[in-house]
Each structure stands twice: as C-alpha cells, then as structure tokens.
T-cell receptor, first 113, second 108 residues
Framework: NAGVTQTPKFRILKIGQSMTLQCAQDMNHNYMYWYRQDPGMGLKLIYYSVGAGITDKGEVPNGYNVSRSTTEDFPLRLELAAPSQTSVYFC????????????FGDGTRLSIL | RKEVEQDPGPFNVPEGATVAFNCTYSNSASQSFFWYRQDCRKEPKLLMSVYSSGNEDGRFTAQLNRASQYISLLIRDSKLSDSATYLCVVNGGKKIIFGKGTRLHILP
C-alpha cells in the first residue's frame, strides 16, 4: 500500500519563485492536512481539508494556498517563496476528523535561498 | 500554560531500563490523545492511541489523567531501536496540537 505520497522529496527554490508540493493518498480518507516542521519545533498546521472541495486555514496559512478537487489529492502552493518558508513539509490524512490518528507522508524538505 | 507541553529531553537511558515521560495539556475539553514516534529526518508515525482507562501495547503503556490534564508513556525493557523523538498529540474538536517532542536515546 502506498498510503500518503509526497513529491518532491527535496527542493531548493530562489526567493520569489513559486512551486506546488504534491500530496496524494490512496486510503479513501476524507480528511487531509498540511504541516510544516521547523528544526526543534513541533508540527504547525498550515491548511486542512474535510473533503473534496472544502478547505480551511490552520495555524500558519500565510504565504500558502491549497485546493482539493479530488478525495485523493491535496496540493500545497507557495506563490512567492520566502526564506521563512524553509522547512520540512508533511502531508497527512485521516479517516474522519481530528479525533482519529493521522497517516503521514515522508515529507518534502524545502530550502529557500 | 502552553496548549501542549513536553519535556524536550534528551532522556539518556541504558538498554533494558524502563523510562517514562509525560505530556501536559491545557484544554480540559480535549477529546482524544495519541503518542507518535518520529525518527530523525523522518515522518511521525502513530505509536498508540491513549484511552481513558489506560492501554498497553507490548512494552509500551499509555495513560491519561484527566484530573491533572496529562498523558504519559511508559517504555519497559527499552531497546536501542526505541531511540527516537516521541510526540504527544492532543485533539479537541477541530484543533490538533502536536507537542514539540521528547528525545529519547537508548544507550548500549
């Protein structure tokens, strides 16, 4: 089983560039999440989605956008990359809501130079 | 009080020993609790859910103390492979809070 798949695994961007981090899950989970994790810090929720066509902001949404056109895919878009967005990004999914455990992808390491 | 708080460690423990760490939370209405394990430069992986009556999975025991608002994780007969960062996760309604984690080093 693939579970949650994230691409790319690594990326270096220049300030001001844009990119999309891809996330796909094959478990038919309704809920999907995007987190960022800075060194020595806990995970911070960027955006989440409760189903296709529905997204909502998390704790740190500024500088990011998401869409959820299908149950499987939940891409995260950075429009104007800034050094403060250097981080490890994790996508996760769960069956029903935050009361259920989450399954994580193996992350995207992003550096903005 | 922070929403979720963990001792960052590191806890340096000899192989075979028992180790325990706690996680405190501030929202008394929190409804579900989990322990995740995160290896260096890897994604978090669910270790176990924490139930009100306490629960055990092999060498791991999780407990919830609602009165004092903390959860705990006990690891018995620790193995070298238990070296990792342990994250507590507290969910209350729509909000999911990850602790910063407790680093555990098992020493040979």
């Amino acid at each position: 089983n693939a579970g949650v798949t994230q691409t790319p695994k690594f990326r270096i961007l220049k300030i001001g560039q844009s990119m999309t981090l891809q996330c796909a899950q094959d478990m038919n989970h309704n809920y999907m999440y995007w987190y960022r994790q800075d060194p020595g810090m806990g995970l911070k929720l960027i955006y989440y989605s409760v189903g296709a066509g529905i997204t909502d902001k998390g704790e740190v949404p500024n500088g990011y956008n998401v869409s959820r056109s299908t149950t499987e895919d939940f891409p995260l878009r950075l429009e104007l990359a800034a050094p403060s967005q250097t981080s490890v990004y994790f996508c996760a999914s769960s069956t029903e809501g935050p009361l259920q455990p989450q399954h994580f992808g193996d992350g995207t390491r992003l550096s903005i130079l | 009080r922070k929403e979720v708080e963990q001792d960052p460690g590191p806890f340096n423990v000899p192989e075979g020993a028992t180790v325990a760490f706690n996680c405190t939370y501030s929202n008394s209405a929190s409804q579900s609790f989990f322990w995740y394990r995160q290896d260096c430069r890897k994604e978090p992986k669910l270790l176990m859910s924490v139930y009100s009556s306490g629960n055990e999975d092999g060498r791991f025991t999780a407990q919830l103390n609602r009165a004092s608002q903390y959860i705990s994780l006990l690891i018995r007969d620790s193995k070298l492979s238990d070296s990792a960062t342990y994250l507590c996760v507290v969910n209350g309604g729509k909000k999911i809070i990850f602790g910063k984690g407790t680093r555990l080093h098992i020493l040979p």
